[in-house]
């Protein structure tokens, strides 16, 4: 056991030599007449590996550095703890990026102080250099990057992709300090940076209230730009800095709710930015129907779904200025609104075969309708569920009774003779009858399938007849009788085979 003991010490002293020695090198390389930025990015990227295993001690260190102290080898003063983000912190970086990494196009220490950064957040660090260098990637980098020299385009998505974690980070994990010869001990987690975060995105006028012109592009070029180039170079890069968008959005749009005062994100989000162009709901909207490529048995489409559902979240949010969901999800789709690609693809997570191929979408694509349904966005629920044309679903959106949104039902659910016509696309309804077609084998096989899609019709059941009805409902009978039936016959099934399964 002592043996072992001295080991330990051994080995953690040697860690700690080891971001010394590094540090002690990124200070020499700084004072260079010409610094080297790619052995600068490389110090940074080790300092980043050894900041996993000592993140408060690596912490401690880089504050005192030349790169990434206040820019004379001093540390970061410990203010209060109280949301605080700074833009001109790091006068030092800031001249890299702007003298050597912009003379050359390429940004290899940009994106190592990120990655720091991203690792400092995750450990839970919560030391003022960490506040400091959140500030920093939001108000420098995340404002300015649009504007600096690039030697290849792609390079200024991987600098957005590299960005982003950081804010992703800042959202989900709690900033507290770790043991070390300089941390301090706190009982309670440091939530006051993504409070910071939320307010600088929000306040009109701030730097960080900018975040929008680092959008992708909108999915039908990136998908015609994947045609044309394959999944290679810029489109590889695209792609990745949209699914860190994708993830990103809805962390955000919650925090913004959570403020005390309206959010500027929240009004940008659905406000065109001139005329003729889309808005940043319609860009990040339209990449659910979007074909991302798997990777390692995962795909973004689920969580492009997720951020549809968290845009009809903040569409219900933004209620005094009467946002609807349905122009601005589907902004710049001709006639019929039912046809575009985003509505297929949100009816095709309900098709039997998908929802089995792929119940991670369907669950997703349950939620966003749940939503559609609670908040309330009627457009949206027309289109969904009914396939009517865009005129006959706005005409619904200042309706008072939900349950005006059952005018084309009838036509959408497929009939007991199965009569229908040729040139009719599918909609989310005739996904959820063939669903319940198959109720028995699902409860067999993928119980969580036939959950998702029971929640979504006791929503539905209980927002649409409410008991008592406040109001006659004009939902058809035949409709109100088959959904009925269909759903009080699956649940006894669920419960009969799985009594022990909450839903």
Not at 72 to 89: C, M, Y
Not at 255 to 267: D, E, G, I, V
Not at 299 to 320: F, I, N, P, R
Request: glycine share 6%; hydrophobic share 45%; charged share 15%.
């Amino acid at each position: 056991m002592r043996v072992k003991q001295v080991g330990e010490q051994c080995e953690t002293q040697a860690g700690a030599d080891a971001l010394d020695l590094v540090c002690q090198v990124t200070d020499v390389l700084c004072r260079m007449q010409r610094p080297s930025v790619e052995l600068l990015g490389a110090c940074i990227g080790l300092m980043s590996a050894l900041a996993r295993a000592f993140p408060g001690y690596a912490a401690t260190l880089a504050s005192k550095t030349y790169l990434l102290g206040d820019g004379d080898g001093r540390s970061h003063k410990a203010g209060s703890h109280h949301a605080s983000l700074t833009s001109d912190s790091l006068p030092m970086l800031e001249h890299i990026q702007r003298v050597w990494e912009g003379g050359q196009g390429a940004y290899p220490v940009t994106l190592a102080f990120l990655g720091l950064t991203e690792t400092l957040l995750i450990a839970g660090v919560n030391e003022a250099c960490v506040k400091s260098y959140v500030g920093f990637t939001l108000s420098h980098i995340l404002s300015s990057c649009h504007s600096w020299r690039y030697g290849k385009r792609s390079q200024r998505w991987d600098i957005i992709t590299a960005a982003l974690p950081v804010l992703h980070a800042v959202m989900t994990c709690p900033l507290v300090p770790q043991a070390g010869p300089s941390s301090k001990h706190w009982t309670q987690p440091d939530w006051s940076v993504a409070q910071a975060v939320a307010e600088a995105v929000s306040k009109p006028g701030h730097p960080a209230a900018y975040l929008f012109i680092n959008l992708p592009p909108h999915a039908d070029f990136l998908e015609t730009l994947v045609k044309r180039q394959g999944r290679e170079a810029e489109a590889a890069s695209l792609e990745r800095m949209t699914a860190q968008w994708l993830l990103l959005l809805p962390l955000l749009i919650q925090a913004c709710k959570c403020l005390p005062y309206p959010s500027a994100f929240l009004q940008d989000l659905f406000q065109a930015p001139a005329e003729g162009k889309p808005s940043a709901a319609n860009i990040l909207a339209s990449y659910i129907a979007y074909p991302f490529e798997e990777v390692e048995g995962k795909s973004m489409g689920a969580g492009a779904l997720e951020a549809g559902q968290a845009l009809a979240v903040a569409a219900s949010a933004m209620s005094q200025a009467q946002v609807c969901l349905a122009w601005c999800l589907l902004q710049g789709s001709p006639g019929n609104l039912a046809t575009c690609s985003v509505m297929e693809a949100l009816a095709r997570c309900f098709q039997y075969e998908q929802a089995v191929d792929n119940p991670l979408a369907l669950s997703a694509a349950a939620e966003l309708l749940i939503t559609a349904f609670t908040a309330p966005h009627p457009s949206l629920l027309v289109l969904l569920m009914t396939g009517s044309s865009v005129e006959e679903a706005t005409d619904k959106e200042n309706s008072s009774q939900l349950g005006n949104l059952a005018a084309g039902a009838n036509k959408a659910l497929p009939s007991a003779k199965k009569a229908s016509k040729k040139d009719s696309r599918p909609t989310c309804l005739d996904g959820i009858w063939e669903i319940l077609q198959h109720a028995e084998e699902l409860l067999q096989s993928q119980p969580d399938v036939m959950a998702h899609t029971l929640r979504l019709l006791a929503v539905m059941w209980q927002v649409l007849f409410p008991l008592p009805p406040h109001h006659p409902s004009k939902f058809p009978a035949r409709v109100i009788s088959i959904s009925c039936i269909a759903c009080v016959q699956a649940s006894l099934h669920l419960v009969s085979s799985f009594s022990n399964c909450s839903l």
